[in-house]
């Protein structure tokens, strides 16, 4: 099983950028399909990006397609998100989960173990 700890969120003004690292455990962490999803206050939980083991394959939602990018080094057992013209909207509590499932699956309710998640406060 694969453990997850995010990190590289902060406080970005409108327009910026971050990028967030997901440092995953275990020997299997490569033939593992790893997604980002976030939650704002109030609201559920939500996807934004999925990467297949391999790398070859990406997923987005669509409010964040053209200005997130997700990529992993399989070597380092790490996953990133660059997140590029953030906007106010995409302030949420970023985590990421491994899964033996497809980059298109994007309910949260697959996933049961999450991390601490990484907090992304985007200012106008």
């Known amino acids: 099983q694969v453990q997850s700890v995010e990190s590289g969120g902060g406080l970005v003004q409108a327009g910026g950028s971050l990028r967030l690292s997901c440092a995953a455990s275990?020997?299997?962490?490569?033939?593992?399909?790893m997604h980002w999803f976030r939650q704002a206050p109030g609201k559920e939980r939500e996807f934004a990006a999925s990467i297949n083991y391999s790398g070859s394959l990406t997923y987005y939602a669509d409010s964040v397609k053209g200005r997130f990018t997700v990529s992993r080094d399989n070597a380092k057992n790490m996953v990133y998100l660059q997140m590029n013209s953030l906007r106010p909207e995409d302030t949420a509590v970023y985590y990421c989960a491994a899964s033996s499932l497809s980059v298109y699956v994007t309910s949260s309710r697959h996933f049961h173990s999450w991390g601490q998640g990484t907090q992304v406060t985007v200012s106008s």
């Open positions: 275990g020997r299997t962490f490569s033939s593992y399909t």
